[in-house]
């Protein structure tokens, strides 16, 4: 499957010393335990300079074998339905003589990164390269939908608040009843001292505030006005 | 309230727009197809010799090779073996008996692949196209276990005949072809390897040259001519060079179908027969079918077709003294008939399909082993079309002498591929839809009638308005029992969420539109986007000589109207949803034509010339060198929500919005350099240009454009310290840099471009991507208040990924963290590589193979739009780029909504007499 688009020329000038580049996915456990398991579409494309461009399917042995690469510098990308795999550049360099074979160095590449900037290098070879590419993620391709869990829902701040607030009010009277006479008178006094829930503290003025009577003027009153005598109970 | 309001922009900065799993596979459907099988590819074959189970096979028209399972159709693997391929080239596929692999031959390709999964095994190229591909099934004794050896016949200058390796497809020898003749076929016996070549005479006829070669080691053994008379004029009238048979034959007749010769091949005898006329109509067709088999029984059928009949007759070929000769005839039947040939041991059995049955012979007597009737092949045709099998190829089981069952993948002149098992239809293949050309969405017909007549009560005068709704009100009462009693089941449906989607008549969100797609070979298919199972009609529109090629372009000039035109013919329309022809004189449009002024557009001598009425307003010549690869305008219905982007601080930055915008790209081939010009198609005024140097001109360069912003992706190459590799470049363009300033055009109310020459302020930014886009669409929402998706199609992974516009927004901050304004406008800092993120491939772990084209419509749902792809491929889904926020998606649970009620409810009832207990007690107590 070479798409040769001005792939012949090239060739006939190179068809004495072509270079041949295998590239095989080897088991890479936590990942691909089983490379055969990738799916026929799996396919390797080399970009050379414009106009070279070869597309090699995988083979049986998940190998990817590219017969005879003319002379360049070239992208190898490998193309998976569920795996990504690292660039990689692939030089394929003129031999010192006739007699000799081209040299073909494989380096990681950095997308985004100037060409001359190179990784890792992969390896060199003469007249052949046999390679090895381990992918580098599982494509995940689905958005989960963030369900109903009913763990979340208690965590969730707001919920806690609630849960506290109803503990205290169904739990305070029973704590209440089972306390000594002592303590109780302790906390009885502490109750009504504090600024808050005392007689004369912030909280009671607030409920007991006469809106009728502010409104028509008059001064604040100690509360002896509010109605209901749930709201006035001290405990 | 407020919550919700907050959670909108962080949600949408972040990337989460992707593909639910929910979603997935529910909402998007796909076709993988293959394209139009071709009788001579496609069989059945074991992948695994050691079991039963058989695919179907085949290399199509589209050159692609795919594996089918005969169980449901689904595609158990394929491959593209030559993109762009038509039924000219060449292409061949054979497979060995028990063998686990099996061996295509296209463009210059010998190539053999895994059965079982797909997988390529080796490929040779031949230097040369490749002219025919056959197994060597050589019983040698040496390695008949092994795999089996291939021959390959190759032309070009230099002809060759090659025997390649089964196992590796090492070049085992070759016997180069001498002389001017061409090669036309190789075929092989027990004995011999024949490579057959045409040999052209002074007077211009064709003479079938044989060669005959020794398989081990290739030397020529022997060399004749056959059919010394003038009777093969072109090699369209050679019927067939049979191969791997026990005795290979070459069968052709004369131009006129009037007589059949049959030549044994290695023998120098011609067989002769009279081809007998039936009703005086002429044979337009003469087929042979025969065995692929070394040890099978060397019987062939020959089929005869006239148009309006086909007839055929059974040949066998005496081995002992090698001769031909007719054993019976199969009768005339009106119609056109199918004939396919399977073997079982030693005997072979033809099948033959017509639309009305399929029967089984064998080929040693006329007794009908098998018949069974077809009542019609459950596909979509046109009105009054007769649908006919075009070919056919079957598996026969066989118990005692009895056919107890068969299957045929029977390809129909509809273009779909069904397979009928016992003359019923199990599966249907659309493949018709792989040569899909051009496309659009519609709203369906139905839907158009409700308009019609609201917009009849508002342009007739009062009291008939009344009448009109009165009775149709009363018309529309007529459906209420039927709507009652669906009512509960309705109720229950939405519940459990099994609702499907309804019909098109009730479809209310616009999900249900139909697409129409003219294919190749000049027919116009319909599907329903809200129900794409099943092609809606499909009918012959364009009557096309074999070969010729139309251009035609599907349009939707209002709803419930498909127009087809191509260059040859004016439109011709098309009811959406029956595929009825309307009338076609065309209504004109009055009001159209007093506003508007077309400007027309031509390519003239490598330029563009726009003219308004027949004067040229304008010219655009591309500089010396250059050549222009496309023009892309403005969608013409592409509807702005705001005319401004609001900045983090509420101020406001003003589009420069157009609807007069195109995107020019011109390549220069010499300097390898892209140029990339934004247009103003009424002035012609160059609004933008860019130019990228390294860019690899014969790859794709995809470009699009829309509301105030363009996106163009190439391929470059390294220059100095530069990148290499697939980049996507993005612009934007505004009426001024500056915030809450419209620039020149803040003083005027209106304006034009032919008066004004006002120029946009461009901001752009270029990406690595790490693959190239083929081709670019938009998503198109109804008010264009949803933002929208890049769609781009990767021809590598097979894919079209949806791209967020927040990513590529070319205002980005570069080498800063965004300020707090630009956050709370979802700006990010810019990286100048985007990956693609799995959760955008719209088509997740389907592969879409072959999108040439994607084309987007608005739902009537403002959060919705509507794609569709097509090429070899045909995918669809429905977007939501803003998330589905004016409809209760899948993510609603309607049973946790129902529960929190219910518990509310009985928290109420639990909880009120506790707290009346309490009030009265508290009384008690204070008292």
Known sequence: ?????????????????????????????????????????????????????????????STFVFPDVAEASYLLTLHSRDYFFPPLRVDVSKAADESQQQTIQAWQTFRGNEWDNKGPHYGSGKGELQLQIQPSGHKEFYQERGGFNIIGFVKSPMILMALVSAVMIFGMPYLMDNMDPETKAEFEEMQKSSPLTGSGGAANQIQNFDLAGWMAGKGTSSGSGASGGGNSKKR | MFLPLIAVPLLLAGSALAVFTDEAWNVDYHYALLGHPKQSTSFFHQPNPSSRASLIFTLSEEGVLGAINPRDGAVVWRQVLLPGASAHNASFLRAGEGQDVVISGIGSQVAAWSAGDGRQAWSLDVNGPVEDVEILELVDGKDASGAKDAVALSGGDHPLVQRLDGATGAVKWQHQLGGTDAPYQVSASTTEVFAISLHKTILGYLKLKVTSLDPVTGHKTDEHMLSSENELATAETIVTVGANSA??????????????????MGTKGISSFEIEKHD????????????????????????????????????????????VGKAYSLPKLSGR??????????????????????????????????????????????????????????????????VSAVRSAVLLSTGDWVLLRDGSPVWDRPEMLASTVSATFASPAEMETLVQQLEAEAHSNPIQAYIHRVSRHLHDLQRLPSFILSLPQKIVQGFLGTSADGGIATDSFGFHQIIACATKDGRLVAVDAGNPDKVLWNQQVADLQPGQIWQPSVSSPRGGVIEISSKASAGVQYNASSGEQLASILPIDLAADQTAQEVKYTMHDGGLEATVDSSTTWHFMPTSG??????????????????????????VLYKYLDPNLALLVTANDAARAATFYVLNTVSGAILYSNVHSGVDVSSPIASMLSENWFTYSFTAEALGDS??????????????????????????????SMQTGTEPFTLTKIYQIPEAVSKMAVTRTRQGITSRQLLAVLADSSAVVGIPYGVLDPRRPINRDPSK????????????VIDFDPKWYLNHQREVVGVKDVITS???????????????????????????FDVLGKDFNKFQMLATVAALAVATFVVAPLVMRKQVNSRWQFM
């Open chain 1, 1 to 61: 499957m070479l798409s040769l688009s001005h792939l012949a020329l090239l060739l006939c000038a190179n068809l004495a010393s072509a270079a041949r580049l295998t590239v095989s996915i080897p088991p890479s456990p936590p990942l691909l335990p089983n490379p055969s398991t990738l799916p026929p579409s799996t396919h390797a494309v080399l970009v050379g300079p414009p106009g070279v461009h070869y597309d090699v399917p995988i083979r049986r042995d």
């Open chain 2, 247 to 264: 005795s290979p034959i070459i069968a052709w007749t004369d131009s006129a179908h009037s007589v059949l010769k049959v030549n044994i």
């Open chain 2, 280 to 323: 005086g109509q002429a044979v337009e067709r003469v087929e042979l079918h025969a065995p692929y088999h070394l040890n099978s029984l060397s019987h062939f059928l020959v089929h005869y077709q006239t148009a309006t009949s086909h007839w055929a007759e059974v040949f066998h070929v005496d081995l002992k003294n090698g001769k």
């Open chain 2, 337 to 402: 008939g199918a004939f396919s040939t399977s073997t079982s041991d030693a005997n072979v059995y033809f099948t033959r399909v017509t639309r009305n049955e399929v029967m089984t012979v064998s080929s040693a007597s006329h007794g009908i082993l098998g018949r069974w009737s077809v009542d019609g092949f459950n596909v979509a045709a046109g009105e009054g079309e007769e649908i006919e099998p075009i070919h056919a190829v079957s598996d026969v089981s066989v118990r005692g002498d009895t």
């Open chain 2, 626 to 651: 250059e050549r222009i690869v496309s023009l892309v305008p403005r969608p013409v219905n592409d509807p702005v929500a705001s005319i401004g982007k609001v900045l983090g601080d509420r101020r």
């Open chain 2, 723 to 752: 990148p290499k590799g697939h980049q996507l470049v993005v612009g934007e363009l505004f009426e001024s840099l500056v915030a809450n300033d419209r620039g020149l055009l803040s003083s005027t109310a209106n304006y034009s």
């Open chain 2, 821 to 832: 304004d630009e956050q709370a406008e979802g700006l990010v800092r810019y990286s100048p």
């Open chain 2, 858 to 884: 608005p739902a009537l749902l403002e959060s919705t739009s509507l794609l569709f792809a097509y090429g070899l491929d045909i995918f669809g889904t429905r977007l939501s780029p803003s998330f589905s």
